[in-house]
């Protein structure tokens, strides 16, 4: 799907304090800028951040980062965060525009601790597939970024996408500690779980939630 162009949304991006700017020159240094050394986690296409937003105020001793390659849709993660009460603004959230591909240049070695993957786009097309977020291209950069006790999540609709990302993580030697077809009928894995925007809408006409945990 072709996303609509916003004139204002590079300009917003700049001049926003939550929004990183050249993040690679933070590689290993991602603590500083939180001012702490708490666990940092990191959502890749974050979509219009609240489901970060959430995490971020339920959780202060972890740091949280969205990565999102879209500035139309970044935009709205921001204006959320700007219509919030200031005393409600979590200090722990930050935004990064930026395509996943980049990440090992972004963030180094056993510098995430936890990496979260919220209905990401399936790319249908087999000729695709390595676009994939879960697929071995993209399971061999979080590899490198995933502290040695990290785990991955995975939550999604698509069923064929779920069951390729489940082949992909046996194919590259991941432990799939936790999985799911039907997360909101799984008392355990729904404990305490932050809906997105996506999945409030796929699961309100009927769509069940595929979601898995997977460490190296």
């Known amino acids: ?3 609509r162009n916003i004139p204002i949304a590079d300009e917003k991006i700049t001049s926003s304090p939550f929004c ?25 296409g974050m979509g219009k951040g609240r489901f970060l937003l959430q995490l971020a105020n339920q959780n202060p001793d972890i740091n949280y980062i969205g990565i999102e390659k879209y500035t139309s849709v970044l935009l709205r993660a921001i204006q959320k965060l700007d ?16 395509n996943a591909e980049n990440i090992t240049q972004t963030f180094s070695q056993n510098e995430i601790s936890k990496i979260y993957l919220n209905f990401s786009d399936p790319w249908p097309k087999k000729r695709h597939a390595r676009r994939r977020l879960t697929s071995k291209q993209f399971l061999t ?47 355990q894995m729904n404990f305490s779980n ?18 898995l945990i997977a460490c190296r």
């Open 83 to 98: 219509s919030v009460e200031e005393e409600h603004i979590p200090s722990n959230l930050r935004f990064i525009c930026m």
């Open 20 to 44: 990183i700017q050249n993040p690679e020159q933070n590689r290993g240094l991602w603590n500083h800028v939180f001012q702490n050394d708490n666990p940092i986690h990191i959502e890749i």
């Open 141 to 187: 950069l979080y590899d490198r970024i995933l502290a040695k006790t990290g785990t991955l999540e995975f939550k999604t609709d698509n069923q064929s996408l779920f069951e390729f990302s489940l082949e992909q993580l046996s194919a590259e030697h991941w432990n799939v500690l936790a999985c799911t077809y039907d997360l909101h009928h799984n008392s």
């Open 194 to 211: 932050i809906m997105t925007e996506y999945e409030q809408k796929f699961s309100s006409i009927g769509n069940p939630i595929c979601k």
């Open 1 to 3: 799907m072709r996303l």
